[in-house]
């Protein structure tokens, strides 16, 4: 695997995803590709960003930060975009909000009010998924089925932020067929969101699918897949 370019690694998870769209009578634009570049080097990024990714993922602060100021928040074509996939610390949310278009893992009502302050000292209006638990997993993040519309109530008064979705992380199957209950539990989770018609907030986001099951997420409703193993190869 390692010697294919990362070109057409790129170009072939495209047309898997397009496939997996029509798959679901979905159009394929509705979904983005964040190429997960957590471990990867600065020289593979700006590989794939001459191959024409222009979203990148990574799952710490302090590890995107250097990659940041490194590739460039600007690209002389178009705007690079950085995600957070990974857990954040309260006391890190004002780097996080410096750093990065989309926080795909709110988790709480205090990390919310910080990430607020943070956003609006910068004039700034940040863009969130809340991470959703729904395994028992202890090393997961993210909050609860039952706690997850009391927090989307609690935060709608800070105006700084815009939660855009949901988004989760089911246990690891071999088998990419068995995560799609909880692919299809977050969208209905986010369909009922949007249906009791909370003030200021509308969901149109779902942050679902990795390498291993990504076209399962496409077929449940994904909006973006984080995939990092099939861009770069096994992180070491
Ligand atoms: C590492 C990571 C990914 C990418 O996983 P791959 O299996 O390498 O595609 C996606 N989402 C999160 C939250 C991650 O930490």
Redesign the pocket.
């Known amino acids: 695997m390692d010697d294919i370019p990362l070109i057409s690694r790129i170009s072939d998870l495209y047309k898997r995803m397009s496939h997996a769209a029509m798959r679901a009578g979905r159009s394929p634009e509705e979904i983005t590709l964040?190429a997960?570049s957590?471990t990867a080097s600065i020289e593979r990024i700006k590989e794939a960003i001459d191959a024409g990714q222009r979203v990148f993922?990574e799952?710490r602060v302090q590890e995107a930060q250097g990659k940041i100021a490194e590739c460039g928040m600007q690209n002389a074509e178009s705007r690079i975009e950085w995600h957070l996939?990974?857990h954040l610390q309260k006391n890190k949310a004002k780097y996080a909000v410096r750093l990065f278009d989309v926080i795909?893992?709110l988790d709480s009502r205090e990390l919310a009010e910080e990430l607020s302050r943070q956003a609006e000292k910068i004039g700034k209006v940040q863009d969130l998924l809340i991470e959703v638990k729904l395994s028992h997993e202890e090393t997961k993040h993210g909050v609860s089925e039952e706690e997850l519309v009391p927090l989307i109530e609690t935060i709608g008064d800070l105006t700084s932020l815009r939660v855009r979705g949901l988004?989760t992380?089911p246990p690891y199957f071999e088998d990419p067929d068995h995560a799609r209950p909880y692919f299809r539990r977050l969208r209905e989770l986010r369909d009922k969101i949007n249906e009791m018609r909370i003030a200021n907030c509308y969901l149109p986001d779902l942050s679902i699918g990795?390498?291993?099951d990504?076209e399962v997420a496409i077929e449940e409703g994904s909006t973006m897949v984080?995939?990092?193993?099939?861009?770069?190869g096994e992180?070491r």
């Open positions: 964040i997960v957590k993922g799952n996939i990974g795909h893992s988004m992380m990795m390498s291993n990504f984080r995939v990092g193993t099939a861009i770069f992180r």
